[in-house]
């Protein structure tokens, strides 16, 4: 069974850092792409960043220069670490992986306090 799970959630002030980590157990190959979503109270959840095993990267234009995704291909894990955080950056963060199939981590609460 394909499991992703998210670490690294907490509560920061306003302009501080964290880093969130995913790791995928129960599969025997590499996910093409994987990446985080996040969706705040009463909104739709949305695409935050998204890096393929080639290395490309993909960000949300609220993320651009503050936040980063890394990936380690060969263990199925991938990060994202967030500077410069916003209290509208407080959601919960979604692991996410793809190969043939959508794969989802259970989610990991971020919030920042102002």
């Known amino acids: 069974q394909v499991q992703l799970v998210e670490s690294g959630g907490g509560l920061v002030q306003a302009g501080g850092s964290l880093r969130l980590s995913c790791a995928a157990s129960?599969?025997?190959?590499?996910?093409?792409?994987m990446g985080w979503f996040r969706q705040a109270p009463g909104k739709q959840r949305e695409l935050v960043a998204t890096?393929?095993?080639?290395?490309?990267?993909n960000y949300v234009d609220s993320a651009k220069g503050r936040f980063t995704i890394s990936s380690d291909n060969a263990q199925n894990m991938v990060f994202l670490q967030m500077n410069s955080l916003k209290p509208e950056d407080t959601a919960v963060y979604y692991c996410?992986?793809?190969?043939?199939?959508?794969?989802w981590g259970q989610g990991t609460q971020v919030t920042v306090s102002s």
């Open positions: 996410w992986g793809w190969r043939a199939k959508n794969y």
């Open positions: 129960g599969i025997s190959f590499t996910l093409n792409s």
């Open positions: 890096i393929t095993s080639g290395g490309g990267t």
